[in-house]
C-alpha cells in the first residue's frame, strides 16, 4: 500500500524482502530478494535507491543499522530497538511520562507471585519481552495457574509481567511527521480485536472529546521525542475512569488506519512516504466516516456481498495461501 501510493506521487519503490512474491512485489518493477543479513544484497539494494523505510518490526536492528550506512533509513534503529523489546518500550514511554499498565520484569516464577503480592493482585499477563504480536507469545496468569508449569512454556525467553487492564476499549493513534517537524493525526480509532487479532476499526472512535485529545497528545509527544521522520501507531487502552494506558508503539503504518487509503484525502500511505522522502506532510483531511473490517484467514473466501455493497472498498493483498488468523485483506465501508 505504501508502494501504490509512492506510485500515484512518482516515486519508484524497490523492494526488500527475504520471500519471493511478495504482495508488494506485485505492484512494483524491482524487487530484490536476500536475507535480513545478507550485506551484499543489502548493499545493491540501498544503491538502487534514495529513501529507505520499512513497515514491519520484527526485522533485526543490525539490518536498519547496516543500511543506515548507505542511505538514509526512516524510522530510525533507535525506534526499531523500543519497540522490538516490550520491556525497553515501556520505560521509554514511562521516561516520557506516557502512562503504562503496571509492569514487572521477572527473571524467575517467583519473582511474579513476588510482585503479584505488592501490586495487591491474584492475575497478570507474561508476555515475551520480544517477537510477540497479535497475542502470540503471551499467557495469562492466574490464581489457578501453576506459575512453574507456565514459565516453562515460555522455553527461557525474557518476559514481562503486567497487570491485567479492565480496559472499557482499546483504541490507537497514528502521525507522521515530517523533516520540518509538522505532525500530522490519523484518528483515535476505536478497534476492535477477535483472538487478540484486530478485527474492526471505527472512524471517528466514539469517545469524549476530551480523551480523543489527550490520546493524540500522548502520540505527538512520543513523535516529537524521539524527533519522529516516518509515521508511527501508539495503541492505548481506555480504562473505567478515561484514563489512557499505553501498550504498544509500531513504528510504521498500521492496520488500524487502513481505511484512511478510502476516507481521507491523503492516506497514512501516503503521508509515510511523504515523510520519508523529504516532502511535507499533509492533515488527512478525512471526508467520511467509516468502518473497517479485516478480511482474517477464510473471511476473504466469502466476498459475494460486500463486492455488492455501495460504498464498501474491498482490499486483497495477494497473499497465496489462506491460513487461520492471516490478515489477506481489509474492507473499508464509508458511511
Ligand atoms: P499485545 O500483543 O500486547 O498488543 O496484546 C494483544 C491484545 O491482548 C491487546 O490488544 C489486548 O486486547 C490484550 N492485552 C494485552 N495486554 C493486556 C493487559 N495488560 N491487560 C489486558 N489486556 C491486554
Known sequence: MSALAAANLGIETVIYCP???SPASQVVKTTINGAYDDEAKLKEFADQVDYISYEFENIPVSTVEFLEKNKPVYPKA?????????????????????????WAAPKKPQDVLDTLNVWDAKECILKTARFGYDGK?????????????????????TLI??????????????VARDVNGKIVHYGPMLNEHKNHILSKTVLPA????????????LTERLAKHIGLKGVLTLELFVTADNGLLANEIAPRTHNSGHW???????????????????????????HSDCEMLNLIGDDV??????LQTDKACVHIYGKHDVKPGRKMGHITILK
Open 260 to 286: 484512511s487509503i478510502d476516507a481521507c484525502a491523503h492516506s497514512q500511505f501516503e503521508n509515510h512516504v511523504r515523510a520519508v522522502c523529504d516532502l511535507p506532510v499533509l492533515g488527512p483531511a478525512r
Open 301 to 306: 473466501e466469502k466476498l459475494d456481498d460486500m
Open 206 to 217: 466514539p469517545l469524549d472529546k476530551d480523551i480523543c485529545d489527550e490520546a493524540i497528545h
Open 161 to 174: 509481567m503486567e497487570e491485567i487492564v479492565a480496559f472499557t476499549c482499546e483504541v490507537s493513534v497514528i
Open 78 to 102: 533507535s525506534l526499531l530497538q523500543a519497540s522490538q523489546d516490550r520491556i525497553e518500550e515501556k520505560t521509554f514511554l514511562n521516561n516520557i511520562d506516557i502512562p503504562t499498565a503496571q
Open 137 to 157: 507469545g503471551q499467557a495469562r496468569h492466574t490464581g489457578d495457574t501453576d506459575i512453574e508449569t507456565l514459565w516453562t512454556q515460555f522455553e527461557g525467553q
Open 19 to 21: 520471500e519471493p512474491d
